[in-house]
């Protein structure tokens, strides 16, 4: 009885905590930058306009860090939504679904006599705090059945 119990409270603890796990990102893009300042954008689509979005950029160092690094999330055709320069991450509430641009902007570090440096995007939709609070309540089922099994089996091990 007690196994189907612990089964049963580690079972809701997991569907509780699954839906904050859900959101796949928008945009995931790596590139690199080889001329002495450059710019490249990348089209993506926003389906859930109901959700903020984070977009973040990445210096990733490889070879070279950038001597400047810049990010612009635009709607298509339209506004600037949100810009970070060097690495971080911006946050921008999509006013409707549908395509919008990311442009880096960017000016590679030297490498060996050659300009090269290598960059990531990532745009994804912020989960909102009623996501955030089934995950935390899930894994504190998981935490308290774990507890009460290690209880019990202490119990069993000192008599």
């Known amino acids: 009885m007690k196994l189907k119990l612990n089964a049963l409270a580690l079972a809701a603890g997991l569907v509780v905590a699954g839906p904050a796990l859900a959101y796949d990102p928008v945009l995931e893009w790596t590139g690199s930058m080889t001329s002495d300042f450059e710019s490249l954008s990348m089209n993506f689509t926003i389906t859930d306009d109901s959700l903020p979005h984070v977009a973040s950029l ?84 998981v935490g308290m059945q774990l507890r009460r099994k290690l209880k019990s089996a202490e119990k069993v091990t000192i008599n």
Do not use: H, Q, R
């Open 58 to 141: 990445v210096d990733t160092g490889f070879l070279a860090p950038f001597d400047f690094l810049a990010l612009g999330v635009f709607k298509t055709g339209g506004a600037l939504m949100g810009s970070v320069v060097g690495s971080g991450s911006v946050t921008f509430d999509p006013p409707t679904a549908g395509s919008y641009t990311a442009i880096v902007f960017g000016e590679p570090g030297a490498f060996n006599g050659f300009t090269f440096s290598t960059f990531g995007v990532t745009v994804t939709p912020v989960p909102e705090p009623e996501t955030w609070a089934m995950l935390l309540a899930g894994l504190g089922l």
